[in-house]
């Protein structure tokens, strides 16, 4: 079992920027990545941001490629979202997620095992 806690989300002007904090605990050492994803109210959550354990490989959604950034501290079992220039379309409830897949489809949810709570965030205009 996998355990994640997301925190850092909140309210924030456009333009501004927050940081997402992903703690994981519990079985990580043979995960292949984490990842966020978003779900905006009324819409399918979507596929944000990934990055690997080992050789810190990421990969963005065009929506957010040059404004977000991913990153991981391994002694931490933390994944981290630095976002900025953020826009009033990025609300939503941002979730991170853990997985064992390394093909090409990881930004489908359905090749993350383990998901967390969710945190809200909500960019003002």
């Known amino acids: 079992q996998v355990q994640l806690v997301e925190s850092g989300g909140g309210l924030v002007q456009a333009g501004g920027s927050l940081r997402l904090s992903c703690a994981a605990s519990?079985?990580?050492?043979?995960?292949?990545?984490m990842g966020w994803f978003r779900q905006a109210p009324g819409k399918e959550r979507e596929f944000v941001a990934v990055i690997t354990w080992s050789g810190g490989n990421t990969y963005y959604a065009d929506s957010v490629k040059g404004r977000f950034t991913i990153s991981r501290d391994n002694a931490k079992n933390t994944v981290y979202l630095q976002m900025n220039s953020l826009k009033p379309e990025d609300t939503a409830v941002y979730y991170c997620a853990v997985t064992y897949y390394s093909g090409s489809y990881y930004y489908t949810e359905e090749k993350y095992n383990y998901w967390g709570q969710g945190t809200q965030v909500t960019v003002s205009s």
């Open positions: 519990g079985r990580t050492f043979s995960s292949y990545g």
